[in-house]
């Protein structure tokens, strides 16, 4: 073999490590909720095969019993408004600082910049107290107002793309008579589509896999997103793997229809999210 | 559609031709109006930034200026009482050993984050020229990244469990072990530090990508006559391309181990010394009522970070922060 077929073979097979690395804890745990109680007890090891490959009796366990319906539900109402809000705050923030000059703008973009520095994590304690001071602890409403209030690199995106449109455009419709509100909804916000698709993916996956902010302000069970609910899972299932990793499962499964269905977008908005 | 009328009627244009005829101006200059559309005109931008501006102050800047106020108190969150105790707080977390050693953990996740960089790389690298079954390759990579942490924790925590899945792996290769994985803070540190790396290393992976397949085709076939190979074109062409997103991606990473929180938390609880900053402010503010030295804590946490992106700026000056 020549050095460079060596190489190749080579890479390949760090492809394929990688690739087992990912995929061999993800493929047990599929495995292994597909298992019955005495299956997982008995301890003929992880690698081993369900007795019966289509046995979703777990998932009913995990689904009825963990609650995981009105997961879903509070998830779906949280994503939607949060996602639906900072579109809309993203795209008004980089309209207003973009096509206007006004007094203190420097001052207003400097506050959206610095604030992109300072970490969410570091400021909850002293959050916590602004948001229960506000009425919104252990309601959605406290989620919902963190997720839109700061995300700052949507309006990055949005600022991107407003600047590429061009002024013209603007100028046109306010011959036409239209005024900044017009302009804003009429032109600006249905040009803005891509960066709007860019948003919502990676806000969206975002909010869905958030744990902290339900874990830390939606203490009580009915207002279990599916982040806490599957952390309960903890306590009642501790030694029910099978029960556990049906649950694992069921939250990872929408992620995983909407990567294969939407791969494209997701790699260019994660891309454009985090580089800005 | 929404695109405007080419050609407006005319007793509209009358007033305003003159502007429209300059299309670079930022904004229109305002007609001579009557003093309610100035005021209007002046209050437009107002009206958008708003709520947003409402969102930013409520929940950013007021909650860092109480924390830095509530650092130099003894408050405990609940009760109205509330003693100025100056830098106490401050004192306390330097100089109590069992406040300062999540500091040492962070380390394990800084290391973490140097392997996950340089697999990253490689592997942005190796899938940007032509190789098989590429998508498939990136698609896995790229996967972890997007699922639920969570579920991360618990695919690991079976992962690891006593005779679990690692063992078994092990013993496929002949290396019979009962190794409690999460059961010394060295070996659980490395564990969760590995399960970090897992999850994480697919977002630098596409970062990466991104930046590379950015670099002009034309460059790699210039250094190909010019005799160079793979080795050279990374040291030469990818490395320099992708430098922006290099740096930015050493600043996420250690504000990333430092503030670890998730995997831990769900994984071991901060159990067997694997405490890191963010559980133990949350464990002082929320269990503890210790409002006052959680705010310190987190303030000296505000204050790494920041330095770090300082020194970051300094070191390699971005030119693309371009927001005006």
């Known amino acids: 073999m020549t050095r460079s077929a060596v190489a190749r073979a080579l890479v390949y097979l760090s492809l394929i490590a990688a690739t087992l690395v990912v995929l061999l804890p993800l493929g047990v745990v599929v495995m292994t909720s597909l298992k019955t109680e005495n299956e997982t007890a008995n301890g003929s090891g992880a690698l081993t095969p369900p007795h019966d490959p289509l046995n979703f009796h777990n998932y009913v366990t995990a689904f009825q019993d963990g609650g995981m319906l009105t997961a879903f539900g509070n998830t779906a109402f949280i994503l939607l408004v949060s996602v639906g809000g900072t579109v809309l705050i993203g795209s008004m923030t980089a309209y207003a600082i973009d096509r206007f000059t006004f007094r203190f703008r420097k001052l207003v973009v400097a506050l959206f910049l610095v604030a992109a520095l300072v970490p969410g994590v570091t400021t909850q304690v002293a959050t916590f107290q602004i948001v229960h001071s506000l009425g919104m602890f252990d309601t959605r409403w406290a989620p919902i107002a963190l997720y839109m209030g700061t995300d700052i690199v949507s309006i990055y995106i949005f600022l991107q793309f407003v600047r590429s449109i061009p002024i013209s455009l603007d100028e046109a419709a306010r011959l036409d008579g239209a005024n900044a509100f017009t302009i804003y909804r009429k032109i600006i916000f249905p040009l803005l589509k891509p960066a709007i698709a860019t948003v919502v993916i990676v806000k969206g996956i975002a909010v869905y896999n958030d744990f902290y902010i339900p874990f830390l302000y939606m203490p009580s069970q009915d207002l279990g997103v599916i982040s806490t609910s599957l952390f309960r899972f903890k306590g009642p299932y501790a030694a029910h793997w099978e029960t556990i990793s049906a649950g694992a499962v069921l939250v990872v499964l929408p992620t995983l229809i909407v990567f294969l269905a939407l791969q494209k977008y997701i790699y260019n908005g994660f891309m454009r999210g985090a580089t800005r | 559609m929404a695109l405007p009328h080419p050609h407006p009627p005319a ?175 060295a070996s659980a540190n490395v564990s969760l530090a590995g399960v970090s790396i897992w999850r994480y290393l697919g977002m630098n992976f596409v970062l990466f990508l991104g930046a590379i397949q950015s670099i002009p085709g034309e460059l790699y076939e210039a250094a190909e006559l010019d005799g160079a190979d793979r080795r050279h074109q990374f040291r030469h062409i990818i490395l320099p391309g992708i430098k922006p997103v290099l740096t930015l991606t050493v600043i996420l990473s250690v504000s990333g181990s430092l503030s670890a929180f998730e995997i831990p938390y769900i994984m071991t609880g901060g159990a067997t010394g694997t405490e890191t900053f963010v559980i133990q402010t949350v464990k002082l503010a929320f269990q503890f009522n210790k409002t006052g030295l959680a705010s310190a804590a987190a303030v000296v946490l505000l204050l790494i970070i920041l330095l770090v992106t300082w020194v970051q700026r300094r070191l390699v000056p971005d030119d693309r922060v371009d927001l005006v």
């Open chain 2, 11 to 185: 007793h509209r244009t009358g007033q305003r031709n003159s502007e429209a005829a300059t299309p670079v101006q930022k904004r229109l200059a305002p007609a001579p109006a009557p003093r309610r559309a100035r005021t209007w005109r002046l209050l437009t931008p107002w009206l958008f930034l708003l709520a947003p501006l409402a969102l930013l102050i409520t929940f950013t800047y007021a909650p860092i200026a109480n924390m830095v106020a509530y650092s130099f108190t003894d408050w405990d969150g609940v009760s109205p009482e509330l003693h100025y105790t100056g830098t106490e707080n401050y004192t306390e977390i330097f100089t109590r050993e069992d406040l300062f050693q999540v500091f040492w953990v962070s380390g394990y996740y800084l290391v973490a984050s140097v392997i996950q960089i340089v697999a990253a790389l490689y592997f942005a690298t190796v899938l940007s020229f032509s190789i098989r079954f590429r998508n498939f390759f990136k698609g896995v990579l790229f996967f972890p990244s997007l699922v639920n942490g969570v579920a991360i924790g618990f695919v690991f925590l079976y992962f690891f469990q006593d005779g679990g899945t690692f063992d078994t792996v092990l013993g496929l290769f002949g290396y019979h072990t009962d190794h409690a994985w999460l059961g010394t803070p």
